[in-house]
């Protein structure tokens, strides 16, 4: 009965189960590669960032606080969420302002800083990773293996470890490079449970629309 009841209590407490903001190890910026992320889920959606007349690249998905294994999420703060303006502005680099407010709820909240600070740095890194101009020239589909988006990468920013930057792979496509980086967004190598790189030798990868 004691058992029962001190089962009770943990289950109950919620410092067994809350991540703390400001507590992580290190920072994984997701980049994603819009055509294809229109492929396969913007266009279904209507997405504003989907249309002709955008010019999207690379969009940063998100910079997310980790641990050196796993990562925090839906952390509690005495930080106020940003406001719509705050999330629109964020729109030049991540395709729309939905996808800065829900990232802020489910991963940046975690990084323990005020919304407009935290927008800052994750423009920061955005800008301090060199996106290979190559894939924007390309002009038709073409298939690649995925180790070969990573070799762009590491070729056009000499700093970033081999170790530091993960391809992954859905339905066929690319779908995200993802590289660590430090609290000061340095380059750093991956804990182990990031580094889960995509295997394929022939993936899809659209041109720009």
Request: proline letters at 6%; aromatic letters at 12%; one cysteine or more.
């Amino acid at each position: 009965m004691l058992r029962f009841f001190a089962a009770l209590a943990l289950l109950a407490s919620p410092a067994w189960s809350e991540d703390r903001a400001g507590d992580f190890d290190y920072y994984v910026l997701s980049l994603s590669w819009s055509a294809n992320w229109c492929a396969l889920e913007g266009d279904s959606r209507n997405s504003p960032q989907c249309d002709d007349s955008t010019d999207f690249g690379w969009i940063m998905h998100g910079l997310w606080p980790q641990y050196d294994r796993g990562f925090p999420a839906n952390c509690r703060t005495s930080e106020r969420p940003p406001s719509r303006q705050q999330t629109e502005a964020m729109a030049d680099i991540m395709g729309t302002s939905g996808l800065a407010w829900y990232q802020w709820n489910k991963h940046s909240v975690c990084a323990g800083l005020p919304a407009d600070d935290y927008y800052a740095l994750a423009r920061e890194a955005y800008s301090r990773v060199t996106r290979p101009e190559v894939f924007r020239k390309l002009d038709k589909t073409v298939t690649l293996p995925a180790s070969l988006i990573e070799d762009a990468f590491v070729k056009d920013n000499p700093d970033m470890p081999r170790d530091g930057i993960t391809i992954t792979c859905q339905q066929g496509y690319i779908q995200e490079v993802r590289i660590c980086l430090t609290r000061d967004l340095d380059f750093r190598t991956c804990g182990a449970d990031v580094i889960r790189d995509c295997s394929l030798s022939s993936a899809q990868f659209d041109p720009m629309r």
